[in-house]
């Protein structure tokens, strides 16, 4: 039995990794672009940017996932997204909108003073960014980014109100059968990924206070 | 011809004159003190020259060509300016050294960076011309040190260094001992010092009349962003004409 429902979460797992690494792949570098555009200088640019974020960080997760799931069919009578896709779809723009904000929390906290040194002595812009103020920011936003990938991970159990099998689904149709442990099973899953993670970014705040 | 000429400059933040009619030439070689009252507009003529801000009027020519013209847009293009500003070296006040970036590192990046782009000098080349300029410092044994393990002193001396290493025709020292604690003066001036030894051109904005007098040989004083008196430091510094800087200079005997 217990190799049985092992087996099952295990298969939920892999959905709740596939979702979880996926939505990093594309909102980490999306959300980037979207600090650039609520720091831009074009105003109406900003501020529609800054709307979009406001939209999306102030209506839940939940409801986003259902609105682009249903949205198009029922509003403009197109096919379904498949149900992973759609999944994946808002939690890369929940995501992205997130980490924008904690990418523009870190790239304001970096001292003028090194973008003007770097201009003084003739940088480009981006030779600015990536040469001089880009592992400032990470070493900045280290600790936020271990918080928000943590509520990741636990945020994709929401896909299940679109049916996508994660692993607390699996766990949840064991109760059918009369069985409460599986449920308590699942969590010893979510409890070990979040430990590898504590630990990782643990070891890269550490690897980043060679300065200061 | 002077390697620097400045005429005319105006800068204005909003309704606030900062800058006014400021005009002054620099010979090849010479060292260039600015003295004045904080908020007298000193760091924003330097900020200037470095194109950290943009003037509202004026001209600025470095060996007799106009790198700057408020009049002309086509002296302001970012790309071109990218260029000009490799005219100028500035030494902030607080350093700004990338603390992500060894001594060395802090030297050699933005030579590297060039160099990468003109396809110029090998990567060695950069390093050991580094290691010399961090040896002139006194810094040969800090090379490998991170901004945060170096004193105050130490690295204002590596930011010298790393101006230094683009080799500027014009080195601006933005009160350079300012933020740092009275012992560790000595070492950066002495360091200022040498370089005028070595006929390096340089303004520096400074505090430190006495360092002033000693290594200029020429003075600015400037007050509301207009220069009020410039001329030998001898003269503007021992026997100012001008009421305004006598207050200023009796100001400071005092403290």
């Known amino acids: 039995m217990l190799l049985n429902v092992t087996l099952s979460l295990l298969e939920g797992f892999g959905t709740t990794l596939k979702l979880f690494f996926l939505t990093l792949v594309f909102s980490l570098p999306l959300g980037l672009l979207i600090s650039f555009g609520t720091m831009s200088r074009i105003t109406p640019l900003r501020g529609l940017i800054k709307t979009v974020v406001w939209v999306v960080r102030g209506s839940p997760l939940l409801l986003q996932i259902l609105i682009i799931f249903y949205g198009p069919g029922l509003l403009f009578d197109l096919p379904l997204l498949p149900r992973f896709t759609a999944a994946l779809l808002s939690f890369v723009i929940n995501y992205s909108c997130y980490f924008s904000e904690i990418y523009r929390g870190g790239i304001q906290s970096v001292p003028k003073g090194q973008s003007e040194a770097g201009e003084v002595l003739g940088m480009t812009k981006s030779q600015i960014f990536f040469k001089v103020t880009l592992l400032q920011v990470i070493k900045r936003i280290v600790p936020p980014m271990g918080n928000e990938f943590i509520t990741l991970v636990k945020d994709t159990a929401l896909v299940r109100v679109i049916a996508v099998y994660e692993i607390i689904w699996m766990g949840e149709s064991y109760i059918k059968k009369g069985m409460i442990w599986p449920l308590f099973y699942t969590a010893v899953f979510y409890l070990a990924f979040n430990g590898i993670l504590t630990l990782l970014f643990g070891w890269l705040e550490k690897k980043l206070n060679y300065f200061r | ?255």
């Open chain 2, 1 to 255: 011809m002077s390697i620097l000429e400045v005429n005319h400059i105006e800068k204005h933040f909003g309704a606030t004159q900062v800058l006014n009619d400021i005009s002054f030439s620099l010979e090849k070689g010479q060292a260039l003190s600015i003295i004045g009252s904080s908020g007298s507009g000193k760091t924003t003529l330097l900020r200037c020259l470095n194109f950290l801000e943009k003037p509202n009027g004026g001209t600025i020519s470095v060996n007799g060509n106009v790198i700057f013209d408020a009049a002309d847009p086509a002296t302001q293009n970012e790309k071109e300016i990218r260029k000009k500003r490799l005219h100028f070296g500035l030494v902030f006040q607080n350093f700004n050294l990338f603390p992500q970036y060894t001594a060395l590192q802090n030297v050699t990046l933005a030579r590297e960076l060039l160099a990468k782009e003109r396809d110029s000098e090998s990567r060695e080349a950069i390093e050991a011309a580094g290691r010399e300029l961090l040896a002139q410092m006194g810094l040969a044994d800090r090379a490998g040190h991170y901004p945060h393990q170096l004193s105050g002193g130490q690295q204002q001396r590596v930011a010298i260094a790393r101006a230094l290493a683009l080799h500027p025709d014009i080195l601006c020292f933005d009160e350079p001992t300012s933020a740092l604690d009275p012992e560790l003066t000595g070492e950066v001036l002495r360091v200022i010092r040498e370089l005028a030894e070595q006929n390096t051109t340089m303004i520096i904005v400074t505090h430190e009349m006495a360092f002033a007098r000693d290594v200029a040989d020429q003075v600015i004083f400037m007050d509301g962003g207009v220069i009020v008196e410039q001329g030998d430091p001898r003269d503007v510094i021992d026997h100012p004409r001008e009421e305004r800087t006598r207050q200023f200079l009796a100001r400071y005997s005092e403290n």
